[in-house]
């Protein structure tokens, strides 16, 4: 499988980047990063192509590309890709209503996974907490992350992510708009990703955590997404992450 990589630099990028090149049954076939980046022209360790900017991606042939990059990168890859019947994996996270709107006009072209949350077992966890807020509609949640120091003090994209999937479901039961649901935000040392959801009950309290210890978790759970967004001709259309796992 021949792997295209836009924002090849970033933390989870390198992590794929390093993923592919040391696994034979891998081919990195695009390093993609700005056009301000130090490593434009550089080769990629372990391989025998060169970081370059992502204006130059629809030069080499890829079976499917996966991008962790940025909102307005992604969005300049889905212009660059134009037409074109190229798989892609989306763990970008941060698009504005439009953006999310204007990709998924894009899937109308090629097959689009997308998802906030690439990590393996996620989609387990997400799952286990909205059953339990189906379930115990009356408890009062609070999502709760931690990530390391360097990321921005706003919410992750897997906790708004988390927060708006729990107020649907407790609205849905409860047949009224549940309240927003709170979120809390730790930002500290090196830690790569820790996200909980709690759920009070008042005289009990329920508690669902999901921690990640290396990135290559993300990177690992991407591929996978990517192998099975290539296998049996998917056709056109946006997909989830619960779709690749359904016949588990």
């Given amino acids: 499988m021949r792997i295209g990589i836009l924002g090849a630099s970033g933390r989870v990028g390198t992590s794929l980047v390093e993923l592919i090149v040391s696994n034979p049954g891998l081919e990195l076939a695009a390093a993609l990063v700005s056009p301000g980046s130090k490593l434009v022209g550089k080769p990629v360790a372990g391989s025998s192509i060169e970081y370059r900017p992502a204006d130059a991606a629809m030069k080499s042939h890829c079976d499917v590309m ?4 940025t909102p307005q990168a992604s969005m300049a890859l889905q212009d660059a890709i134009g037409l074109k019947n190229i798989p892609v994996v989306i763990g970008t996270t941060g698009f504005s209503a439009e953006d999310d ?20 077992g996620f989609e387990a966890f997400r799952l286990n907490v909205l059953g ?4 115990m509609p009356e408890g009062e949640p609070r999502v709760t992350e931690t990530y390391h120091a ?8 897997t906790s708004r992510l988390l927060a708006g999937q729990i107020e649907e479901a407790r609205s849905a039961v409860m047949g009224f708009a549940a309240a927003k649901t ?20 008042g005289s009990a309290e329920a508690r669902f955590t999901y921690q990640v210890h290396t990135l290559s978790a993300y990177a690992e759970g991407a591929i996978a ?3 099975w967004l290539i296998s049996g001709h998917r056709e056109p259309r ?6 690749s796992l359904a016949a588990r």
């Fill in 101 to 120: 709107a204007r990709l998924s006009a894009c899937c109308a072209h090629r097959p689009m996974l997308i998802s906030a949350n690439f990590a393996r």
């Fill in 66 to 69: 996966i991008d962790f990059s």
């Fill in 182 to 201: 709170p979120i809390t935000v730790f930002r500290e040392g090196d830690t790569v990703g820790i996200n909980a959801v709690s759920f009070d009950l």
């Fill in 238 to 243: 946006r997909y989830a992450l619960a779709d």
């Fill in 150 to 157: 360097r990321k921005k003090a706003e919410p992750s994209g």
């Fill in 132 to 135: 339990f807020a189906r379930m």
């Fill in 225 to 227: 997404a990517a192998q």
